[in-house]
């Protein structure tokens, strides 16, 4: 196939295997699902068209959107018994831990993973009940009334009506929030061979059922060092804010090397300049606030942070940028979105991508089971001595 070549069955850390899906460029900062411009689908496509790009390869017709909108909406309820898994969870229970636990339950629900029309079913499903057990898991861990999908809703004003709407404060649908919840799903929608992408193909390698990887998939994005860096980001400039640090100790502390603390939301394995995606973001955090004509101190000292930042030499000789995580949380916020939610928000993001990257290695006729092999650096040959004389 154009663009293929074997998929590496080594998958050691320096191994890779080739894929047609997202193309980056870590010098350059560029990004591109499917050859299209991360810029360009931010700009103009919605996230289920995104999502849709990904998995088949191509944007979608009005036909194939027409039905990719009725099967979302077909797909959206979730079994009622699913609300006691939820509830069984211990009360403060991290929203990654109950939804990688609730993925896998899914599939005990709809197990028939037969035909290729069965894929494609089980592609929709995952991407209509994920969103819609995010919302659930947040309204029954406030003690509140499980609020259903609506069919007259899109995918992203379903998922925020499904958060907070209430008898008494009914959600009205606000087009901005819309928009920028389409918009940060789309630019975490996929990311090539990141840590929790890497983990869907090993699993899948396996030929394990598609939940398992996709769960396998969000216990890895959990990682303050992965996706967990959403929260963290908001969580330090929070503490920023509270304590009154000033930027200049933030900034010294972040280059102590004998400190364990670092400056959350910047640098990248990939990128060795500004991230594309927190380029965009960071746009979008002055237009939602200036929109909604809300303040948020968080921005203002994040701004500080990136200003003094990227101007130390420390962070210039390490290629230390903004990533997408850095102004992420803001948005979020302005959302009213929790900020124990944001790695989950990163996920449902992200479910696309791991589903375009499992389905294409699962349609690679060399792909085999991974199998990363070590350098022994261990004892030479011993024996083995009893108890009595050892020490
Ligand atoms: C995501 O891979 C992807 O594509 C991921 C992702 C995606 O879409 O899937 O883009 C999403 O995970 C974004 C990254 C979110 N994580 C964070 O923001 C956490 C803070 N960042 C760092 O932990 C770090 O930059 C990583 C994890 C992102 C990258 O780690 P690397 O490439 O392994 O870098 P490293 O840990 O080897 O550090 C290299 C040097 C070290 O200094 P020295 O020991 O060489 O002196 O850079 C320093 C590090 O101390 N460094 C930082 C730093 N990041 C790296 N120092 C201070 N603050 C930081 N944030």
Redesign the pocket.
């Known amino acids: 196939k154009t663009g293929y070549t074997t998929y590496d069955p080594g998958f050691g850390n320096t191994a890779s295997c080739a894929s047609a899906i997202t193309f ?1 460029d870590g010098e350059k900062g560029i990004l591109r699902y499917r050859g299209i411009p991360i810029e360009d689908l931010a700009e103009n496509a919605t996230f289920i068209e995104t999502a849709y790009l990904l998995i088949n390869g191509h944007l979608p017709s009005p036909e194939e959107l027409n039905r990719t909108r009725v099967l979302l909406n077909d797909f959206s309820m979730v079994h009622e018994s699913m609300q006691i898994f939820f509830q069984n969870f211990p009360q403060g229970s991290h929203p990654m831990g109950i939804l990688s636990g609730m993925i896998m339950a899914l599939r005990s629900f709809y197990p028939d993973m037969g035909t290729e029309e069965d894929m494609n079913t089980h592609f929709l499903y995952l991407l209509s009940k994920v969103r819609t057990m995010a919302a659930m898991s947040y309204r029954l861990s406030r003690g509140e009334k499980v609020v259903y999908p609506r069919h007259d809703l899109s995918y992203c004003a379903n998922f925020l009506n499904m958060m907070f709407d209430s008898p008494v404060h009914p959600y009205i649908v606000e087009e901005d929030l819309v928009r920028a919840l389409n918009v940060f799903l789309i630019l ?1 929608a ?8 890497s983990a869907v193909r090993v699993v899948g390698s396996s030929k394990a059922p598609l939940y398992a990887s996709i769960a396998a998939g969000v216990s890895a ?1 959990w ?8 929260q ?2 908001i969580e330090m400039l929070e503490k920023i804010h509270k304590e009154g640090a000033t930027i200049d100790e933030v900034i010294r502390r ?2 102590d ?1 004998k400190d364990p ?11 060795k300049t500004y ?1 594309p ?1 927190a380029k965009i973001i960071k746009k979008m955090c002055d237009r939602i606030l200036g929109k909604l004509k809300k303040e948020d101190p968080l921005l203002d000292i994040a701004k500080k942070l990136e200003e003094v930042a990227l101007t130390d030499p ?2 210039v000789d ?3 940028y903004p ?4 102004y992420s949380g803001i948005v979020l916020r302005a959302m009213r979105i929790p900020t124990n939610m944001f790695p989950v928000m ?1 996920a449902i993001g ?1 479910l696309p991508g791991w589903i375009a990257q499992w389905k294409e290695s699962m349609e690679d006729p060399s792909q085999r089971i991974s199998r990363p092999r070590q350098i022994y650096t261990g004892l030479p040959e011993t024996r083995y001595h009893d108890i009595m004389d050892r020490k």
Do not use: I, W
């Open positions: 980056m975490h996929d990311h090539e061979q990141n840590c929790s992408t994005l990682g303050p060092l992965h996706g967990g860096a959403n963290a980001v972040a280059k090397r603390f670092r400056l959350m939301g910047f640098g990248h394995r990939v990128y991230d995606r420390y962070f390490h290629n230390l990533n997408v995580d850095f990163f992200r």
